[in-house]
């Protein structure tokens, strides 16, 4: 069983559209993330939930609009996409607790052409 | 303000080689400190974390690390290289904000093996 997994793992889109990534995790984690790893492969926080709760918010674009159903998931929606929104969307999850390393899902490869 | 440097952005070795990726990291507070594997095409893989007792900790894969407050570094050792080992290795400070966990990574480093 995957422990977190992200759907879909490739999404080419053209500028202006809204687009949605979903992830789940079934690890029993209260806790889940977007990270965004850009074209040089840098990795940073976008947002994080807690029982979901938004309790980190990166300064990312409002265009960015994450929703956690339940603490097994969260989805990250995108309007009006840009050229500068191409890059690889990882999920993860952890306990809020601190000792917990967080658990990452596969990725999502966004290209907008 | 926390942050984690990895001076070297792309290291080849030859298979059979050791390996060191180094980390530096800058936090207030101790620090909980991560070294995760990134294959082409896949999701970060931990390797091993530390958290708070012996200084080097071992991981998978043959990995180990060792903190060092002093050098407020936690780099990243192999003995012996294989051709798997080919992948973007990060490594990351766990960090708090507003009361909450996040990961800080650094930019990466790409390591290379010759056969």
């Known amino acids: 069983d995957t422990a977190v997994s992200q759907t879909p793992k490739y999404l080419v889109t053209q500028m202006g559209n809204d687009k949605s990534i979903k992830c789940e995790q079934n690890?029993?984690?209260?806790?889940m993330y977007w990270y965004k790893q850009d074209s040089k492969k840098f990795l940073k926080i976008m947002f994080s939930?807690?029982?979901?709760?938004?309790?980190i918010n990166e300064t990312v674009p409002n265009r960015f609009s994450p929703k956690s159903p339940d603490k097994a998931h969260l989805n990250l929606h995108i309007n009006s996409l840009e050229l500068g929104d191409s890059a690889v969307y990882f999920c993860?999850?952890?306990?809020?607790?601190?000792?917990?390393?967080?658990?990452f899902g596969q990725g999502t490869r966004l290209t907008v052409v | 303000a926390q942050s984690v440097t990895q001076p070297d952005i792309h290291i080849t070795v030859s298979e059979g080689a050791s390996l060191e990726l180094r980390c530096n990291y800058s936090?207030?507070?101790?620090?909980?400190l991560f070294w995760y594997v990134q294959s082409p095409g896949q999701g970060l893989q931990l390797l091993l974390k530390?958290?708070?007792?012996?200084?080097l900790v071992q991981g998978i894969k043959g990995f180990e690390a060792e903190f060092k407050r002093s050098q407020s570094s936690f780099n990243l050792r192999k003995p012996s290289v294989h051709w798997s080992d080919a992948a973007e290795y990060f490594c990351?400070?766990?960090?708090?904000?507003?009361?909450?966990?996040?990961?800080?990574f650094g930019a990466g480093t790409r390591l290379a093996v010759h056969p």
């Open positions: 993860a999850s952890s306990q809020i607790d601190r000792n917990t390393e967080a658990f």
């Open positions: 530390y958290f708070s007792g012996d200084t």
């Open positions: 939930y807690n029982n979901k709760e938004l309790i």
């Open positions: 936090y207030g507070a101790t620090p909980y």
């Open positions: 990351a400070v766990g960090a708090r904000s507003g009361g909450y966990n996040k990961l800080i």
């Open positions: 690890l029993g984690h209260d806790t």
